[in-house]
């Protein structure tokens, strides 16, 4: 059993932050997070990418950001409860009590949740599968192993687009297979794809995969004529995007949002003394940028504060002011 003055659930970036905000504030600090180190999925997917919407930072790689944030909430002095999950939740009248995966009680006078989008498994390619593990890969979560190799990467979205990036320098040839012929890639980064060597191949499809132990070849098909071609490969990146579980948060009770938990203005949920920032977060006009989640997170500390102590104010002061 623990007691603690704010619970965050999960230690993606936001929760990271979070953590360190809510100890600027003078509350005491435990996460929770069903993986296994702090990082969310910029440690599990991609340490390596490289990430350019961090004020103050022209780019930042993935990892380090998080080793960073991780330091910066070290300050505080948070219990870490890792590779478990929040399963249930009770309240009384002025604390909430949550129950983990490993049977670990924490009883908080608040709880925010910076859960990302919850657990994720990726979209599988719908041929080729039994080369997974054999030249086909969902993640890269060090290029380097793919120096000198020559890679197809399918898919369109933002991982796709900067796993090309990331591998451009490092591997022999980069090719990228997209049914469409737009990219829902942030436009700065497609940009920057479209002036690499990159090869880009839309409206293609993967057709099949071939190889003896592993996969050789790749058959793409092009979706408007039919056309087959033939690219040569040691490895495939297949970036279809994630299949997200918010997994026992559903059954808390919170008001829902399109898969997001709804928050009012000030971060706070349905639900007495529950609050979330992040992607998990929902509401009018929400742009899901890590930028925009470091402010719901400060945002949330500041407003839930005076819940937690009384003799806190909701306006934090200037951090340059404290002692």
């Known amino acids: 059993m623990a007691e603690t003055d704010l619970l965050i659930v999960g230690a993606g970036p936001v929760g990271l932050y979070a953590v360190y905000y809510a100890g600027f504030r003078g509350l005491s600090v435990t996460v929770v997070d069903a993986l296994e180190q702090p990082g969310g999925q910029m440690s599990a997917l991609y340490p390596e990418k490289k990430v350019y919407d961090i004020a103050g930072f022209p780019a930042v790689r993935a990892q380090d950001l998080v080793d960073a944030l991780a330091e910066q909430a070290a300050q505080v002095k948070p219990r870490y409860l890792l590779g478990e999950t929040a399963q249930t939740i009770n309240d009384s009248a002025d604390a909430v009590t949550v129950t983990t995966s490993r049977g670990t009680t924490v009883t908080a006078k608040a709880v925010l949740i910076t859960g990302g989008i919850g657990s994720f498994q990726p979209r599988p390619l719908p041929t080729g599968g039994e080369y997974e593990n054999r030249g086909l890969r969902y993640f890269v979560p060090r290029p380097a192993e793919l120096t000198d190799a020559d890679v197809v990467i399918v898919g369109g979205g933002d991982s796709a687009v900067d796993w090309a990036l990331a591998l451009e320098p490092l591997a022999r040839s980069v090719a990228l297979v997209h049914r469409r012929a737009r990219f829902r890639a942030h436009e700065h980064s497609v940009r920057l794809l479209r002036a690499s060597s990159t090869r880009l191949y839309t ?51 919170l008001e829902m949002r399109n898969r997001h938990i709804a928050v009012d203005r000030t971060m706070r949920t349905s639900r007495p003394r529950v609050y979330a920032a992040g992607d998990i977060a929902g509401y009018a006009g929400k742009v899901a940028l890590i930028s925009v989640g470091f402010g719901e997170a400060a945002l949330a500390v500041n407003n839930l504060a005076p819940l937690v102590d009384p003799s806190l104010h909701r306006e934090p002061g200037h951090s340059s002011d404290a002692a």
């Open 203 to 253: 409206p293609h499809e993967v057709h099949r995969m071939s190889g003896a132990n592993r996969v050789e070849q790749v058959e793409i098909r092009n979706v408007e004529t039919g056309t087959i071609e033939c690219l040569r490969v040691d490895a495939v990146v297949a970036a279809l995007g994630f299949v997200a579980n918010l997994g026992p948060l559903t059954t808390w009770g």
